[in-house]
Nanobody, 115 residues
Framework: VQLVESGGGLVQAGGSLRLSCVAS????????MGWYRQAPGKQRPLVARISSGGGRTNYADSVKGRFTISRDNAKNTMYLQMNSLKPEDTAVYYC?????????WGQGTLVTVSS
């Protein structure tokens, strides 16, 4: 399984970014997927998850109402639309299955939100 994240960058507080995750080497369409994030010195919690068909989503309280997870199974791609970004959203964002596969972690994509 290979997961490649992209779309991170530097943005001012209140701004938006859209992250992408492209999967290969697996049957993407049957896997529940999620976005995780890791701030310096912190753990890597799940912040958003989406069912295999895309019909069910769930968010951590910290991002609820601001982030939207989606997927396009025809493109083996998952997205995270992040709006109203806050400095505390600064982290490296990773995609993985739910629960995560230890051998599938990619490089992640860095999101930095300036105040």
């Amino acid at each position: 399984v290979q997961l490649v994240e992209s779309g991170g960058g530097l943005v001012q507080a209140g701004g938006s970014l859209r992250l992408s995750c492209v999967a290969s080497g697996t049957t993407f369409s049957i896997i529940e997927m999620g976005w995780y994030r890791q701030a310096p010195g912190k753990q890597r919690p799940l912040v958003a998850r989406i069912s295999s068909g895309g019909g069910r989503t769930n968010y951590a309280d910290s991002v609820k109402g601001r982030f939207t997870i989606s997927r396009d199974n025809a493109k083996n791609t998952m997205y995270l639309q992040m709006n109203s970004l806050k400095p505390e959203d600064t982290a490296v964002y990773y995609c993985n299955a739910v629960p995560p596969r230890g051998d599938a972690w990619g490089q992640g994509t860095l999101v930095t939100v300036s105040s």
